[in-house]
Nanobody
Framework: QVQLVESGGGLVQPGGSLRLSCAASGFTLSYYDIGWFRQAPGKEREGISCISSSTGITYYADSVKGRFTISRDNAKNTVYLQMNSLKPEDPGVYYC???????????????????WGQGTPVTVSS
């Protein structure tokens, strides 16, 4: 059974850091493009970052470029999202999603992905 499980969310002060994890079971993450998405209340799910399975190239939304880093540990079948310098506009539920290799085409679109987890909530507040 294919499953993605996100963890690592929580409450952090502005300027703080969190590391999110996305663990897979039932399939090998390294064979898929993995994206991180977030969804704030009342808003569309937006693509934050993606790591390509075939090239290892990483992609970021402009809003997080320079602050967030996506990485993959194939031995642990896990993808991470290191989030630094968190801002008040970063909160939401963060999801990891898996897509068959697409070389980054439309990486930001939730509709490109085949699997996703239940999400982990992130709150940024002082």
């Amino acid at each position: 059974q294919v499953q993605l499980v996100e963890s690592g969310g929580g409450l952090v002060q502005p300027g703080g850091s969190l590391r999110l994890s996305c663990a897979a079971s039932g399939f090998t993450l390294s064979y898929y493009d993995i994206g991180w998405f977030r969804q704030a209340p009342g808003k569309e799910r937006e693509g934050i970052s993606c790591i390509s399975s075939s090239t290892g190239i990483t992609y970021y939304a402009d809003s997080v470029k320079g602050r967030f880093t996506i990485s993959r540990d194939n031995a642990k079948n896990t993808v991470y999202l290191q989030m630094n310098s968190l801002k008040p506009e970063d909160p939401g539920v963060y999801y990891c999603e898996a897509d068959t290799p697409s070389y980054g085409v439309n990486w930001w679109s939730h509709f490109e992905y085949d699997y996703w987890g239940q999400g982990t909530p992130v709150t940024v507040s002082s």
